[in-house]
């Protein structure tokens, strides 16, 4: 699975972007996806994950009411809605897709379950 991240840009506090990641492949319906993030000089954190059917999901407490993440199997796409952005949401937002089978709550915080990733989309949000 190849998946390119676009979607990213400029923005103010309080403003809106949507993310989207696209995937090749035929089989984007069986993987659980992932949006990361890395600010500078920090590590890559987890943000959002949702499994391969897209009725399951869950969120880093920081984004919360906040983010949305969802996903078109038809269109092999999965987005990260973001809303009420913050300063401290600059980064760069990478996509991932983590093969967990059909055993488990089917997505993953873990960065080390993912398979596939994508090259990240800048996000910078001033204050």
């Known amino acids: 699975v190849q998946l390119q991240a676009s979607g990213g840009g400029l923005v103010q506090a309080g403003g809106s972007l949507r993310l989207s990641c696209a995937a090749s492949?035929?089989?984007?319906?069986?993987?659980?996806m992932g949006w990361f993030r890395q600010a500078p000089g920090k590590e890559r954190e987890f943000v959002a994950t949702?499994?391969?059917?897209?009725?399951?999901?869950y969120y880093i407490d920081s984004v919360k009411g906040r983010f949305t993440i969802s996903r078109d199997n038809a269109k092999n796409t999965a987005y990260l809605q973001m809303n009420s952005l913050k300063p401290e949401d600059t980064a760069v937002y990478y996509c991932?897709?983590?093969?967990?089978?059909?055993?488990?709550?089917?997505?993953?915080?873990?960065?080390?379950?993912?398979?596939?990733w994508g090259q990240g989309t800048q996000v910078t949000v001033s204050s």
């Open positions: 492949g035929r089989r984007f319906s069986t993987y659980a």
């Open positions: 949702i499994n391969k059917n897209g009725d399951g999901w």
């Open positions: 991932a897709a983590a093969a967990l089978g059909s055993s488990g709550i089917g997505w993953s915080r873990s960065a080390t379950a993912y398979d596939y």
